[in-house]
């Protein structure tokens, strides 16, 4: 139990930083009649956060006043509903589990991310990357949804559970913080570049956390896949962004 409620409080901090900026919907709902703490943490995240405190809804504002983009809601739609989804994996006992579930959301993220360029970004590169991803990515979620159904959580912490739910937690941390600045981007190439190559940082470092607590063949297998997957993506993510600043 104390495994448990540590990792919380690690991962409270990044969804209250999501919250913050997500729109209205059946899980979460952000009012401006939250109470005197949650008025606070806003407060303490708006510096790292430009849309902490305002609402993401379709037509509210955003910090200087305008009108929030179409893009930059549909990427924060997708991001609130990706780290509620990782939040599930993260409080897993089993490390092979834990994976399994936390890349299946962000794999589903990785998709929906793809699927905004594929809408908004014009940049022929950018968007062959995208459904590249999308291609590649969706065989996985289906491999990963089958295996979860085979192989439920341990009812019990492994030695591994707090090392590995800690892990988790610090990866998924520092990714949000980059990724909400990067997502923000008014330009929709770029932000879909500098989103998804942040995006791809986090899948290797879960892949890499999954190598080194995950016992489970199938699963390892599927993470150093991913590893040599993406990491040439980013190499050319990184390479497009440098080529394309203004």
Not at 21 to 26: G, R
Request: aromatic content about 4%; hydrophobic content about 45%.
């Amino acid at each position: 139990m104390n495994n448990k409620l540590s990792t919380f409080a690690l991962a409270t901090s990044v969804l209250l930083a999501v919250s913050a900026c997500q729109p209205a919907n059946d899980k979460v709902d952000v009012t401006a009649t939250e109470d005197a703490a949650s008025q606070k943490a806003v407060q303490e995240n708006t510096a790292a956060d430009p849309h902490a405190g305002h609402d993401m809804s379709a037509g509210t504002m955003v910090a200087d006043g305008t009108p929030m983009a179409a893009m930059l809601k549909d990427y924060t739609d997708s991001m609130t509903k990706m780290h509620e989804e990782m939040m599930i994996g993260m409080d897993y006992n089993d490390p092979d589990a834990a994976f399994a579930q936390g890349m299946f959301a962000h794999h589903v993220g990785a998709v929906d991310m793809a699927e905004i360029e594929l809408k908004y970004g014009t940049d022929t590169e950018m968007r062959k990357l995208a459904q590249e991803i999308i291609d590649a990515q969706q065989p996985e979620i289906e491999q990963m949804k089958t295996w979860l159904a085979n192989n439920p959580d341990a009812k019990t912490p492994t030695a591994d559970t707090k090392a590995m739910q800690q892990a988790y937690a610090k990866g998924m941390d520092a990714m949000h913080g980059d990724m909400m600045a990067a997502i923000a981007d008014p330009t929709p190439d770029m932000a879909f570049a500098r989103g998804m190559l942040l995006h791809h940082v986090g899948a290797v470092d879960m892949a890499a956390t999954q190598l080194k607590y995950g016992k489970n063949p199938e699963m390892r297998k599927l993470a150093q896949e991913i590893i040599d997957a993406q990491q040439p993506e980013i190499e050319q993510m990184q390479s497009w962004i440098a080529a394309n600043k203004s």
